[in-house]
């Protein structure tokens, strides 16, 4: 069981977003984050778990690709996380984020 | 391009690389073996065939040599393998269609076969280039399923 992160992610999101050039998502993730809560956990082990190949779990970790709904389940079952957790989505506007608290 | 890249980028090269070298060479031995006739009078049917076959077979050996000297785990398909294959192959398949549409033109103006032919070709050369583009910007700078 992994710690849980805050609800939001939006600290750490943005600080991810701020690592990678490329985006092709605005999803932005922990996962870094919690393959090393979960033991240091390869890239290749998490990968294998969730069947799909390193690469594509790169670019998942990168932002580079969205995954779909049932990758991001499997994902985040991985660590005994929720969805959340693993995956957030920025208000595109403070107004929007404010319509949603 | 890396060997630890994804096997749908690698072949993406691939396809890039052939296409770029198989019409260049088409058209050298289309216009080599003019002997100073008119460029409708050529024969192009044995300069197209060789070259789409070298394609194949040089595209058949490369592949197989990437599988040599590559693991295992990079030979597999995922869901992002497959959702990008389906994008570039669409962002690609437009050539075909204009080819196609091109060479439809140019029969119902009866111009000479030589031209219809030419004008299909192009389309599929114009195809695979676009098609591998599309491919390679989609692994490197990354894709969204949405696109």
């Given at each position: 069981?992994?710690?849980?992160?805050?609800?939001?992610?939006?600290?750490?999101a943005?600080?991810?977003?701020?690592?990678?050039p490329a985006?092709?998502?605005?999803?932005?993730?922990?996962?870094?984050?919690?393959?090393?809560?979960?033991?240091?956990?390869?890239?290749?082990?998490?990968?294998?778990?969730?069947?799909?190949?390193?690469?594509t779990l790169?670019?998942?970790?990168?932002?580079?690709y969205?995954?779909?709904?049932?990758?991001?389940?499997?994902?985040?079952?991985?660590?005994?996380?929720?969805?959340?957790?693993v995956?957030?989505?920025?208000?595109?506007s403070?107004?929007?984020?404010?319509?949603?608290? | 391009?890396?060997?630890?890249s994804?096997?749908?980028?690698r072949?993406?090269?691939?396809?890039?690389?052939?296409?770029?070298?198989?019409?260049?060479?088409?058209?050298?031995?289309?216009?080599?073996?003019?002997?100073?006739?008119?460029?409708?009078?050529?024969e192009?049917?044995?300069?197209?065939?060789?070259?789409?076959?070298?394609?194949?077979?040089?595209?058949?050996?490369?592949?197989?040599?990437f599988?040599?000297?590559?693991?295992?785990?990079?030979?597999?398909?995922?869901?992002?393998?497959?959702?990008?294959?389906?994008?570039?192959?669409?962002?690609?398949?437009?050539?075909v269609?204009?080819?196609?549409l091109?060479?439809?033109?140019?029969?119902?103006?009866?111009?000479?076969v030589?031209?219809?032919?030419?004008a299909?070709?192009?389309?599929?050369?114009?195809?695979?280039?676009?098609?591998?583009?599309?491919?390679?910007?989609?692994?490197?700078?990354?894709?969204?399923?949405?696109?």
């Open positions: 069981m992994v710690k849980r992160a805050p609800r939001d992610g939006s600290e750490a943005s600080a991810s977003a701020a690592k990678s985006k092709a998502t605005r999803v932005t993730n922990q996962i870094r984050r919690l393959r090393f809560e979960a033991g240091e956990m390869t890239q290749a082990e998490l990968a294998e778990r969730i069947g799909v190949t390193r690469q790169i670019a998942i970790e990168q932002g580079r969205s995954p779909s709904l049932e990758t991001a389940f499997r994902i985040a079952r991985a660590f005994n996380a929720g969805l959340d957790d995956f957030q989505y920025p208000a595109e403070p107004l929007e984020e404010e319509s949603n608290q | 391009m890396t060997f630890n994804a096997p749908e980028e072949s993406a090269w691939i396809m890039l690389v052939l296409a770029a070298v198989g019409y260049p060479v088409y058209l050298a031995l289309l216009l080599g073996g003019l002997e100073g006739r008119p460029l409708t009078e050529a192009f049917a044995w300069p197209m065939l060789w070259t789409i076959g070298g394609s194949i077979l040089a595209s058949f050996v490369l592949h197989a040599l599988r040599v000297f590559t693991d295992l785990d990079n030979n597999t398909r995922d869901e992002r393998d497959r959702q990008i294959s389906r994008w570039a192959d669409h962002t690609g398949q437009a050539f269609v204009a080819g196609a091109a060479g439809l033109v140019l029969a119902m103006l009866r111009l000479d030589f031209w219809i032919a030419n299909i070709y192009l389309g599929f050369f114009l195809s695979a280039v676009l098609g591998s583009i599309a491919k390679i910007i989609a692994y490197r700078r990354g894709f969204s399923a949405t696109w």
